[in-house]
């Protein structure tokens, strides 16, 4: 199983080399400096000087994320802000862990394509189109499934084991926009006339729904 995931993280990695999202690199390494306090399109670099082995490692996708949520799934990101050896590389990966009948609710990334690898059990995966077609297909442990760059999708767990999948990204911060949350919870807030005349339900409704999905108080 191991030799397997390495190999289909190596494709991950050569195939969204080719086809960055991303712009491409005009040096060897541009490792994020975040401590800069600079805003670019992406992170300053550090002085190369100061670049470890560390810049380049993560080994937080190696065990299954804790689920403490509502939906049933946890996305554990392995991104430019985990990795700063990322930096200009237009690559990164998630790893995203299901409870049974758990769900990545419905989602975009507004600056990239997605593919997922199944570490284990099965899911039901779909994308929308803007023409409003859903694509959709159940998945098992060892198959693909490619969800375009920027269209809303998502994945349900709906086996009686828990599920995991690896996702990679060909951007180094490919950025999620929840659907639900993003209109719900928002600040500042989506004027209730906004939500009610679009999903056409009333005040108290939309109301019910953003005290549901509010993020919980510690």
């Known amino acids: 199983m ?4 390495s190999a289909y993280f190596f494709v ?9 999202s991303d712009p491409d690199h ?3 390494l541009c490792v994020a400096n975040k401590a800069a306090g600079i805003k670019v399109n992406g992170f300053p670099c550090k002085e190369e000087a100061n670049v470890t082995e560390a810049d380049f490692f993560f080994s937080g996708l190696a065990n299954p994320g804790v689920i403490n949520n509502s939906v049933g799934s946890v996305v554990t990101g392995a991104n430019v802000e985990k990795i700063p050896g990322l930096n200009t590389l237009g690559v990164s990966l998630a790893r995203i862990d299901y409870e049974p ?3 990545n609710p419905p989602h975009t990334h507004p600056r990239a394509t997605e593919i997922i690898f199944v570490l284990d ?10 023409s409003n077609k859903l ?4 998945v098992k442990k060892g198959d693909i499934f490619v969800f375009p760059k920027g269209l809303v999708h998502f994945q349900k767990n709906n086996g009686e084991k828990p599920a995991s999948v690896i996702a990679g990204f060909n951007s180094q911060l490919p950025g ?3 659907i639900a949350a993003t209109l719900f919870t928002s600040t500042p807030p989506v004027p209730n006339n906004v939500l009610t005349k ?3 339900i009333g005040t108290k409704e939309v109301d019910k729904i953003k005290n549901k999905l509010a993020p919980k108080k510690s």
Do not use: P, R
């Not at 991950?12 to 960055?20: I, K, Q, R, S």
């Not at 059990?121 to 803007?130: A, K, P, Q, R, Y």
């Open 26 to 28: 005009l040096q060897d």
């Open 135 to 138: 694509i959709s297909k159940s």
């Open 12 to 20: 991950f990695l050569a195939l969204f080399g080719m086809v960055a």
């Open 176 to 178: 999620t926009q929840s």
């Open 101 to 103: 009948g758990g769900l």
């Open 2 to 5: 191991a030799a397997m995931v």
């Open 198 to 200: 679009a999903f056409q």
């Open 121 to 130: 059990g099965e899911l039901d995966v779909g994308f929308i189109t803007t």
